[in-house]
């Protein structure tokens, strides 16, 4: 049995409408997630660093392939805010989440 994705659908003419506010800020979280750097230093917490950067860029993807179907994803923006927290990025977090109220404005 097929999962059908989860999220807020989107009307197609937001969608148009809002595709560049929408992807610059995704690419924005996406630069700024590969800039960061560990914590602390060491080969643990680089390893740690690596991985959850991989995962906010893998729930930034998902977002993107969703948004592509007229949809926020939810678990992408859960994937990608769950990340960018543990990269102690709060306010990136909050912008991901906060994209659910791109098309309230």
Same mark, same amino acid.
């Given at each position: 049995m097929t999962q059908?994705?989860?999220g807020k659908i989107v009307a197609p003419?937001?969608?148009t409408r809002l595709d560049q506010v929408f992807m610059q800020v995704l690419l924005d979280v996406q630069a700024q997630a590969q800039q960061s750097r560990p914590p602390q230093a060491g080969n643990l917490a680089a390893m740690f660093h690596k991985e959850e950067v991989s995962e906010a860029l893998q729930g930034c993807a998902m977002?993107? %392939?969703g948004w592509n179907q007229n949809r926020i994803d939810e678990a992408g923006s859960k994937r990608a805010a769950r990340a960018l927290r543990a990269l102690e990025l709060p306010e990136l977090a909050g912008r991901i989440e906060n994209?659910?109220?791109i098309?309230? %404005?």
């Open positions: 059908l994705p989860s003419a937001d969608r977002l993107i %392939a994209l659910v109220k098309d309230e %404005a």
